[in-house]
């Protein structure tokens, strides 16, 4: 892989075409196992086998009947929050959709080294929905020329699959799900359906399958922490050849240019991960204000100049939250309570009586609901204390402490409270 320093704090990653990983064209039911079971209690289950039928003509109308379940819609807005908004049309029930139909067919045309996975995965009625949310809000930005993700999330994991199994693999996995979705979209015949899903399935293979699992379930990861990120990406080779250790790469931005090289900015990686690649040289850590990047302001003025991810992780979520109905959107404001009065701690740790949560709001429901971020594994304790000190200053509030790759580190929902 070749690395360079490109103008305004950005790096050039150059991927080579790659001969496929044949340890990684297999995958077993033993390994996405522990994923199927976090993901069993995210949604009813499904009695029967899909059918195929085709309920839209081609050009109609796309929304489905009625409206989605209460299990999806607490995974559209999960998804949405990572990801952002739709770049396809969505309809309003995806579980009814063709597209959910398309993929649970495709496991009948998948190569054998992967298909009893394939089967068990794509019967989950939950991953088959963040699989059917990834192509529309995820993938569907391989359709631009040059694809641009600009949501910190989406960079990120661009970033990070790329290492792993290479940029024009990744790329291919993306068109061949936005293929799947444009011919189910253009589908007017049963068969038509029938060889959209079998095209798909047979492009699918062990390691395509595994780009799939990684962006569906790190989507729900906040939904699923019994299964922590590490253990998603256990399904991917964890280090490059060129010493990078994938799990921490992150990125503000990450633009596909069209000669096949990867563009990305705000790039934050430990000196572990370098092996002697000038990666570490990043511009978040950078002197010069012209090489900072932007750091989103719609909530409220920066959390910290000195570490981009964690503001847009706040921002990423008080946009989300906003979508979902949340009023009175705080972003590191003094911690008050659902009725907006000021809440302290009555056993202050070291004289702190105030908090401050990255992200409060109250719920459609009227809980008052807090957020704070894990930017350093070395500063748990001091948040971990302060957790607790929010809980003290108000225990009829949802609080929750998370890293910043989303894996929840601890959760205190009020008795009689749903959560989410």
């Not at 003509?57 to 819609?73: N, Q, T």
């Not at 990744?170 to 936005?178: E, K």
């Not at 009065?341 to 459609?364: A, M, Q």
Request: one cysteine or more; hydrophobic letters at 40%; aromatic letters at 6%.
């Amino acid at each position: 892989m070749g690395i360079r320093e490109v103008p305004d704090g950005r790096w050039q990653l150059l991927f080579p075409p790659r001969l496929l990983n044949p340890a990684l064209e297999v995958l077993s039911l033993d390994d996405v196992r522990p994923l199927l079971d976090a993901l069993a209690p995210l949604a009813p289950p499904r009695t029967r086998t899909p059918r195929l039928r085709l309920l839209e003509s081609p050009g109609a109308d796309r929304a489905s009947p009625g409206h989605d379940s209460d299990w999806e819609a607490r995974l559209r807005e999960e998804l949405l929050s990572r990801f952002g908004p739709p770049l396809l049309p969505l309809p309003e029930s995806l579980s009814s959709s063709r597209l959910f139909l398309a993929l649970q067919l495709s496991t009948r045309y998948v190569a054998e080294g992967i298909r009893e996975a394939a089967v068990a995965l794509f019967a989950s009625p939950a991953f088959v929905i963040s699989v059917c949310f990834s192509i529309v809000v995820y993938f569907s930005a391989w359709l631009a020329p040059e694809p641009l993700f600009s949501k910190a999330f989406a960079a990120t994991l661009t970033l990070r699959l790329s290492l792993a199994v290479g940029l024009l693999e990744l790329g291919q996995v993306a068109m061949a799900c936005l293929r799947l979705y444009q011919e189910v979209e253009t589908a007017s015949t049963p068969e038509a359906l029938e060889a959209a899903s079998a095209r798909f399935g047979r492009s699918m293979g062990g390691t395509y399958l595994r780009v799939l699992v990684t962006v569906g379930s790190l989507g729900l990861a906040r939904l699923i922490p019994q299964v922590p990120e590490g253990g998603i990406w256990r399904l991917l080779p964890p280090v490059t050849s060129e010493g990078l250790v994938i799990l921490q790469q992150s990125a503000s931005t990450a633009q596909v240019v069209a000669d096949g090289t990867l563009i990305v900015s705000g790039v934050a990686a430990g000196t572990a991960t370098c092996s002697g690649l000038a990666l570490c040289s990043t511009s978040a850590s950078s002197n010069t204000p012209n090489n900072a990047p932007k750091l989103s302001t719609r909530y409220g003025k920066p959390h910290t100049r000195k570490n981009p991810p964690h503001n847009e992780a706040i921002e990423d979520e008080l946009a989300a939250r906003e979508a979902a109905g949340h009023t009175d959107l705080r972003k590191n404001k003094a911690q008050v309570s659902a009725q907006k009065k000021l809440v302290e701690d009555p056993n202050p740790v070291r004289g702190t009586h105030f908090r401050k949560p990255d992200v409060s709001s109250i719920r459609p429901d009227g809980v008052r609901h807090n957020i704070n971020y894990v930017s350093n594994a070395r500063d748990m304790r001091r948040e971990l204390e302060a957790f607790d000190s929010m809980v003290r200053a108000d225990a009829r509030a949802i609080h929750e402490l998370y890293l910043l790759d989303g894996t929840l580190v601890r959760r205190h929902v009020p008795s009689g409270v749903l959560y989410p």
